[in-house]
């Protein structure tokens, strides 16, 4: 079994910078390239991928359909998947480790409930305390048969696959890791799977599998779909990933003089949320040359610095750019006035406690903050530098790419502690930051 990188160690110096000035591309979409395996892999023939996330998230993925007898090749960011078919899916002979990636962990667990082996899952440190419980207790009702540490909720979890029943479920929260778990599961279940979500979640599962050819139907926030005997392979580009390019767009909104640039990106209703709330602060971000690409809407996003204004982001907000909450609070932070997030609750058992760290790593670079139960409410500096300081990632690399982009405000830069987390989701992302400083 491949040891998981440790995402805990390895340090670097973030460094202030006047602006961001050029043209750049950000990696592929990490959501895409997680699917784009998993539906090449029970596909039928050869599905080939161009644009593929080199993270260790995604690597987890492949890892996982390896070890399943899927044969996958890959050539940089291109990858051939020759696909098994919905039931070739072989017994793997080992313990299938996600790493740090709980899109990996929770859409197997719905794909996997429905095999005809057994199977088990486990994870990192940091995977290992993030729950499963809201995916596992749907499953059971389907007739999944799955243990684990507390009933299931926490990792390492074992799967009896079993036949599956068709079930209507409407989600307590609007969750696309859940909702996907359930779609899979549904493939190789009887009868109809009828999914309903408070709010839309993202929509990257639903695109795909009518892409594969899926029996599925979508009807405002209802997902209906039937068994599924077969799935074609076919051919995916994947775009940037807007999660990615969120870093630098509000890293060049924040400071005044920049001009950027970022190609290809995608541009997914349910992903644009940083481009709303960027707006909103009175940044100046454009969106060029929308188009579609293998089902998903593609764009260019064009951000020139501005001068940002504190305010106030709930829930329906924030739900389309629920994994931005880091580097929106990197925005606020240098403001006019103050911003006040709410609904954020679940990130709470994220990577990390993201609520509480990134109001850790605020304070320490001397920017007010005070935490709240589901937010947090932030003290703009109104474009000041600040300090700067020595900062814990505690391993999240949304939290580790959030405070490199505010230590271009600051006055002595930014040590961060744990920086190697960045390369779950952005492999080289210090070094295309280097390369659009202007110092």
Do not use: W
């Amino acid at each position: 079994m491949t040891k998981a990188k440790d995402i805990f160690s390895g340090k670097e110096k973030a460094t202030p910078a006047k602006c961001l000035k050029g043209e750049m591309t950000v990696p592929g979409d990490k959501s895409i390239s997680h699917r784009s395996v998993i539906f090449g892999s029970i596909a039928e023939e050869t599905t080939e991928v161009s644009g593929f996330l080199e993270g260790e998230d995604n690597l987890s993925t492949i890892a996982a359909f390896t070890l399943m007898g899927v044969d996958i090749e890959r050539d940089g960011d291109r990858v051939r998947i020759n696909g098994k078919g919905l039931h070739g899916l072989k017994e793997p002979d080992d313990v299938i480790n996600a790493g740090n990636s709980g899109t990996t962990t929770r859409l197997l667990t719905g794909l996997l409930s429905g095999m005809p082996f057994f199977s088990a899952i486990t994870g990192d440190e940091s995977l290992r305390k993030r729950p499963m419980k809201r995916v596992v207790e749907p499953l059971i009702k389907m007739g999944a048969a799955i243990t684990g540490r507390k009933d299931g909720s926490l990792l390492p979890i074992a799967i009896s696959g079993r036949k599956l029943k068709g079930i209507t479920y409407r989600t307590p929260v609007a969750s696309a890791q859940l909702k996907s778990a359930l779609l899979l599961a549904a493939l190789s279940a009887d009868g109809e799977t009828v999914i309903e979500e408070p709010e839309k979640s993202r929509d990257h599962t639903e695109r795909m599998l009518k892409l594969f050819g899926a029996n599925l139907s979508v009807s405002g926030n209802s997902i209906s779909v039937r068994s599924t005997n077969r799935l074609a392979g076919c051919k995916i580009i994947v775009p940037g990933d807007i999660s990615s390019a969120a870093f630098f767009m509000a890293g060049a909104a924040l400071t005044e003089g920049s001009d950027l640039l970022i190609r290809d990106v995608g541009i997914n209703p349910t992903r644009v949320g940083i481009v709303d709330i960027l707006k909103k602060m009175g940044g100046m971000v454009e969106v060029k040359n929308a188009r579609e690409s293998s089902g998903e809407p593609v764009g260019d996003i064009f951000v020139r610095g501005s001068r940002l204004k504190g305010i106030e982001i709930g829930g329906p907000d924030l739900l389309p750019a629920i994994d931005e909450f880091p580097i929106i609070c990197v925005a606020a932070a240098f403001a006019d006035g103050t911003t006040r997030i709410s609904g954020a609750k679940e990130l709470r058992v994220k990577e990390s406690d993201r609520i509480a760290v990134i109001s850790e790593c605020l304070g320490a670079i001397g920017v007010r903050n005070t935490e709240t139960e589901d937010g947090i409410i932030i003290e703009g500096t109104c474009g000041r530098p600040v300090k700067g300081g020595t900062i814990r990632s505690h391993g999240d690399h949304r939290i580790a790419m959030a405070m490199a982009m505010a230590a271009l405000r600051t006055e002595a830069g930014i040590e961060i502690e744990g920086a190697g987390s960045v390369d779950v989701s952005f492999p080289g992302f210090f070094g295309l930051l280097g390369k659009i400083r202007v110092q």
